[in-house]
């Protein structure tokens, strides 16, 4: 008998207490493990089109519901081990610089530690997408925070997250 597929726990939280600082084969599911904490999300583009790519006829993807910087946490229910993450971002409309921060905790999300900083640049109509994938041998992981400043000029751009992946 098929499980039914699990719904993607999420909590909205205001930006100014944002802490600081499609399924694959092997890859962790999100739903099953964790809750997502995101600052903020466009009500037709909501964070839960990143993790449930298998439900989707057309490319979806997040956006967040105000301009400016955002956060992106995973609680897990329990520690994981993380040994790579992958993510696509799309950015159709905007010319902007996105930096994006990855860091881990492995203390319920007292203290991070930044795994990864990158930054990307759009060009629309040209260069519109980017997909990472890093290797993050990663142990005891309670939380993971993506720190997403969607232009380092600073316009008043919206952060956007077209999927994450972890394995």
């Avoid at 499980?3 to 599911?29: C, F, M, V, W």
């Avoid at 519109?128 to 751009?157: F, M």
Wanted: proline content about 8%; aromatic content about 4%.
């Amino acid at each position: 008998m098929e499980e039914p597929p699990h719904t993607l726990r999420k909590r909205i939280i205001n930006t100014a207490r944002a802490p600081a600082g499609s399924p694959d084969l092997g890859s962790i599911d999100i739903t099953a493990v964790a809750t997502v904490i995101v600052t903020s999300e466009d009500p037709v583009h909501p964070i839960d089109h990143v993790f449930n790519k298998h439900n989707q006829t057309e490319p979806c993807r997040w956006i967040a519901a105000n301009p400016g910087e955002q956060c992106v946490i995973l609680e897990f229910d329990k520690p994981q081990t993380i040994h790579q993450i992958a993510l696509e971002i799309e950015e159709r409309d905007v010319q902007r610089s996105q930096e994006l921060t990855i860091s881990i905790s492995s203390d319920g999300g007292r203290n991070y530690q930044e795994l990864i900083r990158q930054e990307y640049n759009f060009s629309p109509p040209g260069t519109t997408w980017e997909r990472e994938t890093w290797s993050v041998p990663a142990t005891r992981v309670s939380h993971l925070c993506l720190q997403i400043k969607p232009d380092k000029s600073g316009k008043p751009c919206r952060a956007t997250l077209t999927s994450l992946l972890l394995r």
